[in-house]
Nanobody
Framework: QVQLVESGGGLVQPGGSLRLSCAAS????????MAWYRQIPGKQRELVAA???????NYADSVKGRFTISRANAKNTVYLQMNTLKPEDTAVYYC??????????????????WGQGTQVTVSS
């Protein structure tokens, strides 16, 4: 099975920075896109940033110029560097991976996986 383990969330003052990490492990054959989403209670989960296997990234308008997504393919890890944080960035952040697994019973299977979420709170 596949696990996505996130780390790096916490409490930070407005204007501060945090770096989130998400490591994928398990019977992974290949990872296509990886992404970060966030969710505020009572609202839909929204895409924050995504990155393809080739390194092409896209961002939500609300975080452009402040957040940077990157990935270390050899480590099956995606990062989200968050700078100039604002109170409205407060949310639970979730890692997502579109990946293909392989095992002798199921063969190749491509599907989405999610991390457990990490809380980011921006407050003075």
């Amino acid at each position: 099975q596949v696990q996505l383990v996130e780390s790096g969330g916490g409490l930070v003052q407005p204007g501060g920075s945090l770096r989130l990490s998400c490591a994928a492990s398990g019977s992974i054959f290949s990872i296509n896109a990886m992404a970060w989403y966030r969710q505020i209670p009572g609202k839909q989960r929204e895409l924050v940033a995504a990155i393809t296997g080739g390194g092409s990234a896209n961002y939500a308008d609300s975080v452009k110029g402040r957040f940077t997504i990157s990935r270390a393919n050899a480590k099956n890890t995606v990062y989200l560097q968050m700078n100039t944080l604002k109170p409205e960035d407060t949310a639970v952040y979730y890692c997502n991976a579109d990946l293909t697994t392989y095992d002798s019973d199921s063969g190749y299977v491509r599907q989405d996986y999610w991390g457990q979420g990490t809380q980011v709170t921006v407050s003075s």
